[in-house]
């Protein structure tokens, strides 16, 4: 991060980055999160505070561990293998299990893999 970046301005960077790179588009995450399309876009904003709960839920979306996502080296995100083509499915299926729906329930981001992994293959 250099002097200037605000640590919001970094994650929000890495955000987007990481959503590039999966090539995913604000209305197929908002699909799958059961979220509306401002609200991901806002949280994929630097504009806007984030709870560990949200990260936690945008790193399922963004298939990336949350430290990745926090990582000042932008490298950290493009590092990280990509989903398997369905896993945004697997999502919506199982929201509330993935605690899009309560928060209590978010599990850590190895079992979210586990659970898209079997469900996938």
């Known amino acids: 991060m250099n002097a200037t970046e605000t640590a919001h301005q970094l994650t929000s960077r890495n955000f987007n980055t990481r959503r590039a790179q999966i090539g995913k588009n604000l209305s197929q995450l908002a699909t799958a999160s059961g979220m509306s399309k401002q609200q991901v876009s806002q949280i994929l904003s ?17 298939w990336c561990p949350p430290d990745a996502l926090l990582s000042e080296d932008p490298a950290t995100v493009v590092r990280f293998p990509l989903p398997p083509e369905d896993y945004l499915e697997v999502i919506k299926e199982n929201r509330e299990a993935l605690g899009f729906v309560d928060v209590d329930r978010i599990p850590s981001f190895s079992d979210f893999q586990t ?6 293959l």
């Open 115 to 120: 659970l898209v992994l079997a469900t996938t």
């Open 46 to 62: 630097e504009n806007r505070r984030i709870s560990v709960a949200t990260l936690r839920r945008i790193s399922m979306l963004l």
